[in-house]
């Protein structure tokens, strides 16, 4: 067994989606951190989908994290995996927009005007969204930050 070298770190990040923030606050085991949007987010393909387009600051919250290791104002990074992320992409927008379709296009079928068939797709699109609420301790296990101090 190798231990990983600088080189195996800095390829494996690559393949995260990482932001540098501050430790806001730490809460059980569960560091909360202020993230800003970098100059890098202006060239990211993703940086629409992931809502960091322009955002200047958001609180990230880290679970599991070894939070008496830090302390408010602990300059850290956090990162998330491309597979995580785009998971999360998916659930909020392709799943969003696949009901809203879906449910108008067989309101429209059974006959309701534009409008009834419009009013229903966006009801089931907010009932949608109601059940990923209820859902999301759930796909927050899968979806997992890391933390590791700069």
Do not use: W
Not at 14 to 27: F, P, T
Not at 45 to 55: I, K, M, T
Not at 72 to 80: E, I, L, M, N, Y
């Amino acid at each position: 067994m190798r231990l990983a070298t600088r080189h195996d770190r800095e390829m494996k990040a690559e393949r995260n989606i990482v932001h540098d923030g501050a430790v806001e606050r730490i809460a059980g085991d569960t560091v909360y951190v202020r993230i800003a949007a970098s100059e890098a987010c202006g060239s990211c393909r993703a940086r629409q989908a992931c809502g960091a387009e322009g955002a200047r600051e958001r609180i990230v919250a880290v679970r599991g994290a070894a939070a008496g290791g830090y302390a408010p104002g602990d300059a850290v990074r956090v990162g998330v995996t491309h597979r995580a992320g785009g998971r999360a992409v998916l659930l909020a927008y392709g799943g969003s927009l696949g009901v809203l379709l879906v449910v108008l296009a067989a309101l429209h079928g059974a006959g309701c005007g534009d409008g009834a068939a419009a009013m229903g797709a966006l009801a089931a699109v907010a009932l949608y969204f109601g059940v990923l609420r209820l859902l999301r301790r759930r796909i927050e296990q899968t979806i997992h930050f890391t933390i590791t101090r700069r």
